[in-house]
């Protein structure tokens, strides 16, 4: 039986609780601690979720030092990430972090050595990876669907949040208390899933807006221009402003392209090269013809997102399965956040990966109240 402890009791913790409750008995784990520095609400999950035996204490090394677990839930508030995964590789316990990883790429560097040096499995609750179309569509981009990519438009502003919601708490909507907003807080999914099917831009230069709806510090809504190896561009726009908003993906390369809005996805293939076809052709308005691509999800079955997560985790942690979803892969959604960052900071274009101590200055400024050339309240 593989044993987990949990640390940090909020909100996600429930979601994840009640996920590991219901897996197939096959899985076999148990919860066998609770960890929260409000040790009240530690007590309060313990009493929905456990058998009443469980270890429940205020402080992680407590925890991770009690011989009670194997693996841990990392789900603090997510600045805490690092000092609280770094305790667990360190003592050899396996684990399995929240989104997103850290607030700055150099922290995740850090996890990194940690895991590398602990031989742990380490995952991250990016539960996408774990949906059978974005696995495939995975596999079919590796394979060669798109070829160079020429052009990518992406909008996340399916994220909308009143006033009220930065209100719950003291730490929301600031860069001390969640080291961003829009970028740091509801795109991470969208972020990872760009930086695993796409890999990261050369460069982008973006503009970001600090409230421009919201009475808060940090970003709720950017605009990005990138650029990718091999002369691609691409066009990206987050924001928590917009009601009703939109996820939308056109992704366009020299041999394919896909559109995904929602729940709607369509993958094309051409039977020649965009770039030559155009180059060549003496039809002055057709466009490049284009095949249509079938999904094959069949050997993608089993657990889809949070379930399939934890399934992976728990038999990689066995050694019976290879973990999908490696918590190392989880910087290089920081590095392109850091990046639009730093860009609407400086008011110029930057290059990726920014240099982790440049993008550090930046972050204390920001905590400091310095906006750089970043657009300001009342914009909106």
Same mark, same amino acid.
């Given at each position: 039986m593989t044993r987990i402890g949990i640390m940090g009791c909020g909100g996600i913790a429930g979601h994840h609780l009640t996920v590991i409750r219901e897996l197939p008995g096959e899985i076999d784990c148990r919860v066998t601690a609770f960890c929260d520095t409000d040790r009240a609400a530690a007590e309060k999950r313990r009493d929905e979720f456990?058998?009443?035996?469980?270890?429940?204490?205020?402080?992680?090394?407590e925890l991770l030092d009690s011989g009670e677990v194997d693996a841990v839930l990392v789900a603090t508030p997510h600045p805490h990430h690092p000092e609280a995964a770094i305790a667990a590789f360190e003592r050899g316990v396996h684990v399995f972090c929240e989104k997103p990883v850290a607030v700055t790429a150099g922290d995740a560097a850090r996890i990194n050595d940690a895991a590398d040096k602990s031989g742990c499995v380490y995952t991250v609750h990016f539960q996408r990876r774990h949906a059978a179309r974005y696995r495939w569509l995975k596999d079919t981009i590796a394979a060669g669907l798109l070829g160079r990519v020429l052009k990518v438009n992406i909008t996340w502003t399916d994220w909308y949040r009143p006033q009220?919601?930065?209100?719950?708490?003291?730490?929301?909507?600031?860069? &001390?208390? *969640?080291?961003?907003? @829009?970028?740091?807080?509801?795109?991470?999914?969208? %972020?990872?899933?760009?930086?695993?099917?796409?890999?990261?831009?050369?460069?982008?230069?973006? $503009?970001?807006?600090?409230? /421009?709806?919201?009475?808060?510090?940090v970003e709720d *809504?950017?605009?990005?221009?990138? $650029?990718?190896?091999?002369?691609? @561009?691409?066009?990206? &726009?987050? &924001?928590?402003?917009?009601?009703?908003?939109?996820? /939308?993906?056109?992704? %366009?390369?020299?041999?394919?392209?896909?559109?995904? *809005?929602?729940? $709607?996805? /369509?993958?094309?293939?051409?039977?020649? &090269?965009?770039?030559?076809?155009?180059?060549?052709?003496?039809?002055?308005?057709?466009?490049?013809? %284009? *095949?249509? @691509?079938?999904?094959?999800?069949?050997?993608?079955?089993?657990?889809?997102?949070?379930?399939g997560a934890w399934a992976n985790f728990i038999r990689a942690v066995r050694g019976e399965e290879e973990i999908r979803m490696d918590g190392r892969e989880g910087r290089a959604s920081l590095e392109l956040a850091n990046a639009i960052v730093a860009s609407g900071f400086l008011g110029e274009g930057v290059s990726l990966p920014v240099d982790s101590k440049t993008y550090a200055g930046i972050l204390d400024a920001l905590r400091r109240g310095e906006t750089g050339k970043a657009v300001t309240r009342g914009a909106g």
């Amino acid at each position: 039986m593989t044993r987990i402890g949990i640390m940090g009791c909020g909100g996600i913790a429930g979601h994840h609780l009640t996920v590991i409750r219901e897996l197939p008995g096959e899985i076999d784990c148990r919860v066998t601690a609770f960890c929260d520095t409000d040790r009240a609400a530690a007590e309060k999950r313990r009493d929905e979720f456990g058998a009443g035996d469980e270890l429940v204490t205020a402080d992680c090394i407590e925890l991770l030092d009690s011989g009670e677990v194997d693996a841990v839930l990392v789900a603090t508030p997510h600045p805490h990430h690092p000092e609280a995964a770094i305790a667990a590789f360190e003592r050899g316990v396996h684990v399995f972090c929240e989104k997103p990883v850290a607030v700055t790429a150099g922290d995740a560097a850090r996890i990194n050595d940690a895991a590398d040096k602990s031989g742990c499995v380490y995952t991250v609750h990016f539960q996408r990876r774990h949906a059978a179309r974005y696995r495939w569509l995975k596999d079919t981009i590796a394979a060669g669907l798109l070829g160079r990519v020429l052009k990518v438009n992406i909008t996340w502003t399916d994220w909308y949040r009143p006033q009220k919601y930065y209100d719950r708490g003291t730490w929301r909507g600031t860069w &001390s208390g *969640e080291g961003g907003g @829009v970028l740091m807080n509801q795109c991470p999914h969208d %972020l990872d899933l760009f930086t695993w099917w796409l890999g990261l831009p050369e460069t982008v230069d973006a $503009k970001i807006w600090l409230g /421009r709806f919201h009475d808060i510090e940090v970003e709720d *809504e950017v605009a990005v221009t990138m $650029k990718f190896p091999g002369g691609g @561009v691409g066009f990206l &726009s987050a &924001s928590t402003c917009d009601a009703p908003g939109v996820t /939308r993906w056109d992704i %366009l390369g020299d041999d394919g392209a896909i559109f995904i *809005e929602g729940d $709607k996805m /369509r993958v094309l293939r051409r039977p020649g &090269s965009f770039t030559e076809y155009t180059r060549t052709t003496e039809d002055i308005w057709a466009p490049a013809p %284009l *095949e249509e @691509v079938a999904p094959r999800l069949e050997p993608y079955g089993g657990p889809q997102g949070t379930a399939g997560a934890w399934a992976n985790f728990i038999r990689a942690v066995r050694g019976e399965e290879e973990i999908r979803m490696d918590g190392r892969e989880g910087r290089a959604s920081l590095e392109l956040a850091n990046a639009i960052v730093a860009s609407g900071f400086l008011g110029e274009g930057v290059s990726l990966p920014v240099d982790s101590k440049t993008y550090a200055g930046i972050l204390d400024a920001l905590r400091r109240g310095e906006t750089g050339k970043a657009v300001t309240r009342g914009a909106g």
